[in-house]
Structure formats: structure tokens, C-alpha cells
């Protein structure tokens, strides 16, 4: 038996809905929905720390796109790591996302800045006693991503911060990871909030 469909009746109308067993292309139909309703989904791993001095490790991860299994390997952006490449997101003065893997201020390539914020117009400091907030993603390859935050914030509101408007590269191709504060000038930073359920 296969169900066709579903029909209320409300007096004299009828209210009816194609929702039977459509075996055609089932696969790709249900491969479909899963990324539609979950997206790239976090199974295990995947979890960030800090090492040294604002330097990124990821471990191994395990993550869902649809129906396929993803395994993701371990980065470490630091200096004594492989290194992995970080790649860092913000505006350029035209207003342009600009996607940065090399040195940023006194920042070293594979560091989060503790000097920057991003504007419409390109990077800003963040002020004395302030803290700035980034974005970290895992894009679908494993690579991490981080989109600087828009403000320069009192901690109480760093941690209220949400998530910017973000690249297509970072907004089509990741997951949030997690959202890392520091402090302006700070060595390491304040905190890091895993962007997972528990």
C-alpha cells in the first residue's frame, strides 16, 4: 500500500496535499532535505583550543553534508604546527571582503589579531580596555576560516556578540566552530565559546 497523499475535509472544502511515497530519485530527494534542514552538520571533533599565543589547533572531525560523512584532519596554525594555513576575513577600504593568509599588523600569519576589528571600510583598532570578537569556521575541506567581529566591545558585550554578515566563501562552504574574545593588546585570549551542543 502507498499513501498518495492527505486530504482534510472542513465542511464542503477540501484541503489537499501531494505528500505520498515518491520512490523516483528517493536518494538524492532525501540527500537533498538533509542539507536544506541540517546543513553541514557536526558529528564529533572539530574542537578548537589555543595554542602559544593566539595560534588555532582543530582536532580530527567528523561532520555531515547531507548523507555524505565527512572526515576533517587536525590543524594547528601555529608556528611550531605544520603550519595550516588560517584564513582571516574583513573589509578592505572599498568595502570588499578580503580573504588574508599572510601577516595582518603585528599579527603573524596563523594568528588572531588582538589589535583589529572589522568596519564597512576596512580594519579598525580596538580600543584600550576593549575586546575584539572573531568568528571561527571549519570550511567543508577542513580549513579554518575566521571573520573578524564589528566591534570594539566591554566584555559583557563581546559576549552578547552575534555572528556578522558573512563572506559567501564562509557562509556557503563552513560551520561556526566557535567565537573567540581577547582582549585589545592581550597575549592569549579571553575566551572561546565552542559554537557545538553540548
Known amino acids: 500500500m502507498f499513501t498518495l497523499g492527505r486530504v482534510y475535509r472542513d465542511g464542503v472544502t477540501l484541503h489537499i496535499v ?18 536544506g534542514v541540517r546543513g553541514f552538520e557536526r558529528a564529533s571533533g572539530g574542537v578548537i583550543a589555543e595554542k602559544l599565543v593566539r595560534y588555532l589547533t582543530s582536532t580530527d572531525g567528523v561532520f555531515y553534508l547531507g548523507a555524505n560523512k565527512i572526515a ?52 579598525a583598532d580596538i580600543g584600550v580596555a576593549r575586546y575584539g570578537v572573531f568568528w571561527l569556521f571549519i570550511h567543508f575541506d577542513g580549513d579554518l576560516h575566521v571573520v573578524y567581529g564589528i566591534g570594539t566591545y566591554k566584555l559583557a558585550l563581546a559576549e552578547m556578540a552575534l555572528v556578522p554578515i558573512l563572506p559567501d566563501a564562509v557562509r556557503d562552504f563552513s560551520t561556526l566552530a566557535a567565537k573567540i574574545i581577547v582582549g585589545q593588546a592581550d597575549p592569549n585570549f579571553t575566551s572561546i565559546v565552542t559554537a557545538y551542543e553540548p
Open 18 to 35: 501531494n505528500s505520498g511515497v515518491n520512490l523516483y530519485n528517493h536518494m538524492r530527494n532525501n540527500h537533498e532535505r538533509l542539507i
Open 72 to 123: 576533517t584532519t587536525q590543524q594547528d596554525t601555529s608556528p611550531t604546527g605544520p603550519p595550516d594555513i588560517l584564513t582571516r576575513w574583513y573589509h578592505d577600504a572599498g568595502g570588499n571582503w578580503v580573504s588574508n593568509t599572510g601577516i595582518e599588523g603585528a599579527s603573524a600569519a596563523g594568528q588572531i589579531s588582538n589589535e583589529h576589528y572589522d568596519t564597512p571600510t576596512g580594519l
